[in-house]
């Protein structure tokens, strides 16, 4: 499995054409702790760069965008129960939603690993 | 999906060498570079405070004083007098009061602190309106009194159950002081100005040091274990669960004392049939709004669900009208309550507790309910 990073910090998984999405732990940390997250609802057709989900911290709330087209196909409901997952484990339980992906030329522009450490640097 | 201005022009208070060193997390404030965070964290910050203390750098804020030229203390009271709608003759010699500088329509300029010192009078007022706060006073007082502010001193808040404990160390006396008590006291032989006051709704002190031993003494303090650092995210939370003011956000030029909820701090020898009744700017307004209500008033909210609603969303007064009825003027999260927490305005006609009200957040409505304030109880050593 791959996995590819935005400008936004936004991790992105791709097993076949489902594309699970994130926030980079760089991204938590900088949103320190995190109360609320509220999610799309599966189904919804997202274009790349639409607001897709919400995260609040303490302080505000931070819009997480879309990083590709696709129908959310599946949502990470234990966020909507314990928030506090993307503090403790942004890279891993706290994904955000997985979409079908439409367009795998998007795929194009994304950051590797190292190019997105590069980024955060 | 993060900021990351970094304006180049902020001014440093006294202990901004210290936040750097303690991993402070920087932000622009009123002009200012501050901490909004250490490396602890908003949440566990604002729940340290609450259990134990939090010290709090809040030397951006303004430190005035009043002096009679007629060397007398009741006259620079009674010349105070015009600019806030309190009784300020009658504070007692060591004793604080909390005020605001209204204008000619009634509404307020600032909020800010008075404390009788004996011989003058000593203010507190917000960073962001310091300087008009300073033209204010001189342009309505220069007759009768001298005005100097104290760019000298810093200014820290030791806030939380522990803080008397802690403080007792450093100031003997510091413990026996009632809430609102204010005056000159040595902290580890620094000549400060203390307070038993503060901006969480617990207990604690406000301490005016000397620029040049504010770092030394704050460092003192720091080194105790049941005190960390606090920044200001979790000031901004705490006030908002202790259901206090913030200047700019809750009351401001266009909301009257009356409307902000604040008739509490009117004294009765400025109201209709007092001694010395009305006589501030914006009087008309102020006694009519205490005499007969004001057409809207502060309330908080606490939202049904677990978003929070924060400063700027429009209140409606039911899930489907087009017209909103008012606003929320600060909201986030409380971590002592483990939820969402809002205050905002509403007619007063539909602003009694339990009434229900709707938010309108990302498109859909959610329902809060008007609320008392505080949302945590205040635990002052009164």
Known sequence: MTTLYTEDHEWLQIDGDVVTVGITDYA???LGDVVFVELPKVGRALKKAEAA???ESVKAASDVYAPITGEVVEINDALAAEPALVNSDADGKAWFFKLKLADKSELEGLMDADAYKAHTA | MLATDKPSTLKQTPLHALHIARGGKMVPFAGYDMPVQYATGVLKEHLHARAAAGLFDVSHMGQLTLRAKSGKLEDAALALEKLVPMDILALAPGRQRYAQFTNDAGGILDDLMVAN???HLFL????????EDEAHLRAHLTDTCIIETLPDRALIALQGPKAADVLAKFCPEAPAMKFMDAGPHQVNGIACFVSRSGYTGEDGYEISIPNDQAEALTAALLDHPDVLPIGLGARDSLRLEAGLCLYGHDIDTTTTP???GLNWSIQKSRRTGGARAGGFLGSDKILAQLDG???RKRIGLLPEGRAPVREGVLLFA???STKSIGSVTSGGFGPSLGAPIAMGYLPSAQAADGTTVYAELRGQRMPMKVSPMPFVPHSYKR
């Open chain 1, 53 to 55: 989900a919400v995260v």
């Open chain 2, 318 to 320: 039911d899930a489907t």
């Open chain 2, 117 to 119: 010192f004996g011989d």
């Open chain 1, 28 to 30: 938590q940390s900088q």
């Open chain 2, 293 to 295: 209500g004001a057409p």
């Open chain 2, 258 to 260: 009356v409307e902000g």
């Open chain 2, 124 to 131: 507190v007022v917000n960073a962001a309106c310091k300087d």
